[in-house]
């Protein structure tokens, strides 16, 4: 591959995932209850991680850094499905209802 697309491919990659990290942060602070916020953080940040993982791997040169990379990734997507289960879980099994928006009358 051209020696000059492999760093701007790499940051644009980072600067994504950036931008999810960021996106989920403001969905985990904004939404109304625990269920939408964990949805919104586990996507946004497993998304976020896996293109940082992507624009770090871009610039490495060892396959051994490679495959660490990729195993940290999949060790944090578990580890984040995993936590996020369990907080759901806890919560529903403590009474607390998902909010849902009330209907408009009908006219």
């Keep these: 591959m051209n020696p000059f697309v492999l760093p701007w491919l790499s940051a644009v990659s ?3 995932g950036i931008f999810f990290f960021f996106a989920g942060t403001v969905g985990l602070l904004r939404f109304p209850d625990t269920y939408t916020r964990i949805h ?18 871009l610039q490495t040169e060892s ?3 490679v495959l660490k990379l990729l195993l940290i990734w999949l060790l944090a997507l ?7 289960h369990l907080l759901a879980r806890h919560t529903l ?15």
């Design 78 to 84: 578990a580890a984040s499905a995993t936590a996020c």
């Design 40 to 57: 919104a953080l586990t996507k946004a940040d497993n998304l976020g991680l896996g293109l940082v993982i992507v624009g770090l791997m």
């Design 14 to 16: 980072m600067f994504l």
């Design 93 to 107: 099994r403590s009474e607390h209802p998902p909010r849902v928006p009330a209907s408009p009358e009908p006219r």
């Design 63 to 65: 396959w051994a850094v």
